[in-house]
């Protein structure tokens, strides 16, 4: 099993300064069952509020989408052996009908996970918005798992 075989691998934002909101790039999720989005921060200090939305084409946000996520247990690069105090542990999962919020999100990994079937009907664009109140840079890789598999599959964003 390879993941870049069996999954699609978008990064949909680079290092951005979130602090007068963002978008990240839109992604065409009608040919994908689910995405896992991995949001990685820098220093963050407020809230960053997440809010995922689907659209008729990308760019478009026209309505919100259903989120389930999960936080890093510790600041990137922080490890305790055997204990949920390491970046790599996540947190139990939380749902949203629309909207996750952080607090003090420095050096914090956020996995969300956007079940496609939770979409709206015709609207098959996926975009993240992004904001926070203070300056803050972001970075995010999406994995998609497609409905059908294929190593060189073309691109999901317009």
């Known amino acids: 099993m390879s993941i870049a075989e069996d999954y699609k691998i978008v990064p949909i934002l680079a290092s951005e300064d979130i602090s007068t909101g963002v978008d990240t790039d839109s992604i065409d999720m009608s040919g994908f069952h689910k995405g896992t989005f991995i949001f990685t921060c820098a220093t963050v200090v407020t809230d960053i509020a997440f ?26 690069g922080t490890a305790v052996a055997g204990s949920t105090a390491s970046c790599d542990v996540l947190s ?35 975009t993240f918005s992004l904001v926070t109140a203070t300056s803050g840079f972001v970075h995010c890789v999406a994995i998609l798992e497609p409905r059908y598999s294929s190593n060189r599959s073309g691109t999901a964003l317009a």
Do not use: F, N, Q
């Not at 919020?101 to 996926?126: K, N, Q």
């Open 92 to 126: 139990a999962w939380s749902a949203h009908a629309s909207t996750a919020v952080t607090t003090a999100s420095s050096d914090l990994m956020y996995v969300i996970e956007i079940d496609a079937s939770a979409m709206t009907d015709g609207e098959p664009w996926l």
């Open 51 to 76: 809010t995922p939305t689907s659209g008729i084409a990308a760019g478009t946000k026209t309505t919100a989408i259903p989120l389930r996520w999960a936080v890093g247990g510790a600041a990137i």
